[in-house]
């Protein structure tokens, strides 16, 4: 079976951290949950979210008030659009994202299969002199 | 007739949201041109994403979780997903929330009326309030493959 077969389905976050090139290991929203749709016909669905998010007064999932819709996108993360495999690359076409600046964005990942996981790590990143990727680490969703 | 669930496997792009109100006035909470996509996965899970194009701007920052207050507003007020498992239950399609960016929905399920007609599919929904606009919505979505 190919990568690409494998990758198929709907996948649950097991882990995911930051990790430094010494190995330290952060967990960008602790306690999170995640779940992360890759179909046949080639759309990618991702959401990974913090533990304890707060509901809002209202209901209006669009009409929170600033400190709502503050503590909401602070521990949430959604994005979707289409999937490709290039090699051991995975590529994400971001479609549409609440984070806008990913929209139109083509993002790179690695990927590989240990058991029954998925371990899907970004290329490094540089910032603040520092050199990191972050990894998220997938159980297929039954 | 009810439509059997394979019908509904498959990616569909949102083509018009419209939501009418007890009056019969009729609002469009995400523009003329709302951009969503739906997924329904064979394995069970559904996926949906709907978004007002035109309002949502870009964050000064590269950090997703690090936004401003005011950017974190216009992005959560343009903007609205939620994911879980899904179900027919006759002429309804039932969406059971796992997660949302709207933290009220977790855990609830959504039901919605569904119209097939070839490659479109209508889901209608309970009163509710979206941006502001109150009442039964209609969503329009149209089959991706």
Known sequence: MSDKDKLVGTWRLADWARVDADGTRTPPLPGAAGLITYTADGFMFATLMGANRKP????????????????????????CGRWRMEGDRLIHKVELSIFPNWVGAEMTRTTRFEGDRAIVTTLPITDGGKTFVFELVLTRAR | MPAKSEQLIGSWRLQKWIITDETGAVKEPMGPKPWGLLIYAADGYMSAMLAMPEARGRFAGNDPLGGSPE????????????????????????HDVEMALWPNMVGTSQVRYYRLDGHRIVLKTPPMTRKGASGVAELTWTRVT
């Open chain 1, 56 to 79: 809002f007064a209202g209901f209006d999932p669009m009409g929170g008030t600033a400190e709502e819709t503050h503590h909401a996108m602070s521990t949430a993360l959604s994005y």
């Open chain 2, 71 to 94: 950017e974190a507003h216009r992005a959560m007020a343009s903007c609205h997903a939620y994911v879980g498992r899904w179900r027919i239950d006759g002429e309804r399609v039932v």
